[in-house]
């Protein structure tokens, strides 16, 4: 069948698997294009599908040669209808790294269930015995306790009060102010019990049980600061109240793993056109007046250009981890520059509907979104029927 973007209220619904075949080839020869690097060659991924996992994965088997096995839950494709982004992009990794002679599985399944933990052990020990890096990388709005068999349901709202703030349609290009209504009752509990770090730890635990964690072991989980213009939606909102929880877990589970010589700590990420964030008010018009200043400066960077410096010069270069004096890998160091901040604030104010395209890269936005997908690549006919098989 012809696929085209079906888009609806911010979400696309469909996804081109040639376009994210294209996707995986470049990020591959990226990461091929840079230094190797010098990292450990058992790699367990968790949520290594699509964004900020699926990069890590892609640098450390192109450029450091790892094995890696992923978890993730993506929805398959049928005969009529394509599978989610992260089902083909895992498909393809698999494929292309088994075929440069590394070891790669993906595991499709509920990353937040205990039986997925003793499956993921157990095929870690045919695999590769022990790893030696877990990347913890989950994004995902529901959340079953194990324990309980609650179901916990994440939300992104403000805490305190109603939040309102300029604003921007991307696929219209329409600004206006948007406003989003605080968090009540259990929001922000529930919030944390999704994205914070309580199943990090129950990861982390798991593999330590069943002997699969290898002397001087490493793991990180991925987070976001982003300056004061986002704050009251994200950073100082319900999603912020879990990073805070998930950015403690990496300073407790640090001093466990300091026992056998392992590492936990917590990478905060630039900001990056992601599913979630093309649909979170004000995100859109600060993720496209930022990458117009960063591409200017020629400092901006994708999921992939991030992973492999942040591997190459933040976690296995000569200097070990860098930490900050919070003790977080702060890989936003480009994005929260104090040049790049002050020419992002000097035209908030002055972006209207009108100018919108002149005073912003929300072009690049647009095409970023469409690329998450398969959409918008080069070399790539989307007038001919495709396989959603893949």
């Known amino acids: ?15 081109h698997p040639t376009g994210l075949k294209k996707a995986l080839e470049e990020q591959i020869a990226y990461v091929k294009s840079q230094k190797a690097l010098s990292m ?7 949520g290594g599908s699509t964004g900020y996992g699926l990069a890590t994965r892609i640098s450390a088997a192109f450029s450091g040669g790892a094995g890696t096995l992923n978890v993730s ?6 005969g009529r209808k394509p599978a989610s982004p992260g089902w083909y992009n895992n498909k393809y990794f698999d ?8 070891v790669a599985e993906s595991m499709n399944a509920d990353a937040f269930a205990d039986e997925t933990r003793e499956t993921v052990v157990n095929r870690v ?11 913890y990388s989950l994004a995902s709005p529901v959340r079953k306790d194990p324990a309980t068999g609650v179901v916990h349901k994440s939300v992104l709202k403000p805490l305190g009060g109603t939040y309102t703030a300029k604003s921007v349609d991307f696929l219209k290009g329409n600004v206006s102010e948007a406003s989003i209504a605080p968090a009540e009752g259990d929001d922000e509990a529930n919030t944390v019990k999704v994205m914070g770090g309580e199943d990090w730890v129950l990861w982390i ?26 704050y009251p939606v994200y950073r100082a909102g319900t999603i912020g109240a879990a990073k805070e929880d998930l950015e403690k877990t990496a300073i407790s589970l640090n001093e466990r793993m300091a026992d056998f010589g392992g590492e936990a700590f917590v990478s905060v990420n630039k900001a990056l056109v992601t599913r979630a964030s093309a649909v979170i008010p004000v995100v859109p018009l600060y993720i496209s007046l930022l990458f117009k200043v960063m591409k200017e400066k020629g400092t901006h960077e994708g999921c992939i250009e991030q992973m492999q410096r942040m591997l190459a010069d933040k976690v296995y270069g000569d200097s ?6 919070q003790k977080l890998v702060r890989m936003d160091d480009w994005e929260m520059d104090e040049d790049v901040q002050k020419a992002v604030s000097a035209q908030w104010d002055a972006v209207t ?12 936005f647009r095409s970023d979104f469409l690329k998450l997908h398969g959409f918008g690549w080069d070399g790539v006919d989307y007038t001919v029927d495709v396989d959603t098989l893949g």
């Open 320 to 325: 070990g981890v860098v930490r900050d004096e």
């Open 125 to 135: 020990k045919e695999l590769f015995g022990q790893v030696d890096l877990v990347v």
């Open 353 to 364: 509907t009108e100018n919108l395209e002149e005073l912003t890269d929300i072009a690049g």
């Open 40 to 46: 450990p060659q058992r790699v367990l991924v968790i």
């Open 95 to 102: 494929e292309a790294a088994q075929a440069a002679g590394l």
């Open 205 to 230: 635990d798991a593999l330590q049980a069943g002997g699969v964690l290898a002397e001087g072991a490493k793991t990180v989980a991925y987070s976001y600061i982003g300056p004061e213009v986002t």
């Open 1 to 15: 069948m012809v696929l085209e973007p079906k888009i609806i209220g911010g979400v696309c619904l469909t996804a």
């Open 73 to 78: 839950f993506e929805r398959e494709p049928t």
